[in-house]
């Protein structure tokens, strides 16, 4: 019998997705690991992808949004470049 001496903790660990088929693909899983890490704020944005290059459209209702959709979005295997066109309201 051992013992496992290392800590538990209940964080929550997110894996970005690692595979990439078409850039049809990219802008799902992309659209996907925004629902999935729980920015609904996000629900307003969407994707057009060009090979690698990402262009980020929509709106949201704060800069910081803004900037949270495009770092999770350059953290998705496959994106090379992104565009971040996202309007802010408000």
């Known amino acids: 019998m ?3 001496s290392s ?5 929550k660990c997110f894996e970005f997705p690692t595979e990439r088929k078409n850039t049809t ?8 690991t925004y629902n999935q890490m729980g920015y609904r ?5 969407y994707c057009e992808t060009e090979g690698s290059h990402i ?9 910081y949004l803004k900037q949270v959709a495009q770092v999770i979005a350059a953290k998705v295997a496959g ?12």
Do not use: W, Y
């Not at 800590?7 to 964080?11: A, D, I, L, V």
């Not at 704020?41 to 944005?45: C, K």
């Not at 262009?55 to 800069?63: A, D, N, S």
């Not at 470049?81 to 309201?89: A, D, E, G, K, L």
């Open 41 to 45: 704020s996000l629900a307003m944005v």
């Open 25 to 32: 693909d990219l802008a799902q899983k992309i659209k996907l």
């Open 55 to 63: 262009v980020l459209k929509g709106e949201t209702p704060t800069f």
């Open 79 to 90: 994106v090379g470049s992104i565009n971040n066109q996202i309007n802010v309201r408000g």
């Open 7 to 11: 800590p538990q903790t209940n964080e």
């Open 2 to 4: 051992s013992i496992d």
